[in-house]
């Protein structure tokens, strides 16, 4: 329970970053008493289910769920429910590793502290490989704010980071718990070369963000308002309006509009030449298209004079974009008797997508829940891509500063581990310019309506 504790301290939006170095020793020094698999597994779920309590906790800003049709009562427990079946489907998986843990001490002690460290990145990551996968809790996400240790995962690798913050444990435990300072010296070794490879990686600055001067538009749309009867023709001409008066208060060249997720629908009869964009700008949107397999959740790109480009979500949400073990359809039939409107599930997309071309310039998105998978942006920095642009809504959760926190530093990670620049273009907040080093450049404020550029943010 210290362990789950402390690693839950070490989250973005807490901060206390260093704790995510040392968050497991007590845990793994007790492993050597534990007597059983059944034992290992329980003190591994224990510990991912104290940790991923605090991780998730933003999952209680679903509530209120009115608009959906549910009392207070029921919403409120309908939130606690997820909160607390995100946690605990997270503590097994932990349980699992640990029990992988137990195996290693009792039959491989030698190659312990090695193998375990690959055995927590593998079973992470492999065992979130499921319909309900949430794979929100590496370590390494806690240092996007330690400029050094981000960097390092150019190269190392977002894994390669984690795998680096588990040996380094490892060591410690071992120097603790056998007294011996060899282990320490392992540990710290680990740590300081974690620092020097990423103090030594200075990649050249791409200068496309100077190029595009790409503006954002966060339009904060709530998902009450979202979700209220506003149909997509007056979303298009709600951000159409905060288009164009950005683009009048913008006094420098802006090549690229960005729209956070869910903003517009391609349709045969969409008519993008609304928005007041002239003849060399383009528009990057999140919506929703329709295709011969069903809807699906995407990226846009429309440029003067050439067809729409489109990007869909290849990952999409358990629960919110598909339905688990069923079907999207059977269960919006169940909800409807009792008046609650679900609506259908989206398609998945191919994984094999180009990515889009604007000029001379490649582009990849990232919608949303995809920004949690490394090996979406790892495919993109070998497309040669110049730019990432995430597409969130985050509305959902009514201004979530723990969430905000946390996915920012998502972004963060994939913008250094790629080495190229990021924007986080969100609903409500908060949205970023990130440099290839996974620096913010600028960031927005939650829960107001903005446009910002690499140097401003302003309020409309």
Not at 72 to 100: D, E, R, Y
Not at 140 to 168: D, H, K, M, N
Request: proline share 6%; charged share 10%.
């Amino acid at each position: 329970m210290i362990s789950g504790l402390l690693l839950g301290l070490s989250a973005p939006g807490i901060g206390l970053w260093p704790l995510a170095w040392v968050g497991l020793i007590p845990a793994l020094s007790q492993l050597r008493f534990v007597q059983g698999w059944r034992a290992a597994f329980l003190q591994g779920s224990l510990l991912g289910l104290v940790y991923h309590s605090i991780l998730l906790v933003w999952f209680l800003g679903l509530h209120p769920l009115t608009w959906m049709g549910f009392s207070p009562w029921v919403s409120f427990f309908i939130t606690l429910t997820a909160w607390v079946g995100a946690a605990l489907s997270q503590g097994v998986i932990i349980g699992i590793i640990w029990m992988g843990f137990y195996a290693l001490r009792r039959f491989l002690p030698i190659g312990f502290p090695w193998v375990a460290a690959a055995l927590w990145v593998v079973g992470l990551y492999g065992l979130n490989q499921n319909p309900v996968g949430l794979p929100w809790g590496f370590l390494a996400y806690s240092q996007a704010s330690v400029p050094w240790i981000r960097q390092s995962t150019y190269t190392l690798s977002f894994y390669g980071l984690e795998a680096c913050i588990i040996f380094a444990q490892m060591a410690w435990m071992k120097a603790i718990t056998e007294n011996n300072r060899n282990w320490a010296f392992l540990g710290m070794v680990i740590l300081l070369i974690t620092v020097f490879v990423g103090a030594a990686h200075t990649p050249k600055p791409s200068g496309i963000l100077r190029e595009l001067n790409p503006l954002g538009i966060q339009g904060n749309l709530s998902i009450q308002a979202e979700r209220s009867g506003l149909t997509f023709s007056e979303k298009e001409q709600y951000y159409a309006h905060l288009i164009q008066k950005a683009l009048t208060r913008t006094h420098e060249k802006v090549r690229l509009v960005i729209l956070p997720e869910g903003a517009l629908a391609l349709t045969p009869r969409s008519s993008w030449q609304q928005f007041p964009l002239g003849d060399s700008t383009a528009l990057l949107s999140g919506g929703i298209y329709l295709q011969s397999d069903g809807y699906h959740n995407g990226a846009l790109l429309f440029q003067p004079g050439a067809s729409p480009q489109v990007i869909g979500k290849r990952y999409l949400v358990p629960f919110g974009e598909t339905t688990p073990f069923v079907s999207g359809q059977w269960l919006a039939k169940k909800l409807s008797k009792w008046g609650i409107d679900y609506g259908d599930s989206f398609t998945p997309s191919s994984f094999e997508q180009p990515p889009f071309q604007l000029g001379a310039h490649r582009m990849g998105a990232l919608i949303c829940f995809e920004a949690l998978y490394p090996l979406l942006a790892s495919q993109y920095r070998q497309q040669g891509v110049q730019l990432l642009v995430t597409l969130s809504n985050l509305g959902w959760y009514q201004q979530n500063s723990l969430l905000e926190s946390q996915f920012l530093a998502i972004n963060q990670m994939r913008a250094a581990e790629t080495g190229i620049p990021l924007i986080l273009a969100t609903n409500t907040g908060v949205s970023a310019m990130i440099s290839e080093h996974g620096q913010v450049l600028n960031q927005t404020p939650s829960g107001q309506a903005v446009f910002y550029t690499v140097h401003s943010v302003k309020g409309f």
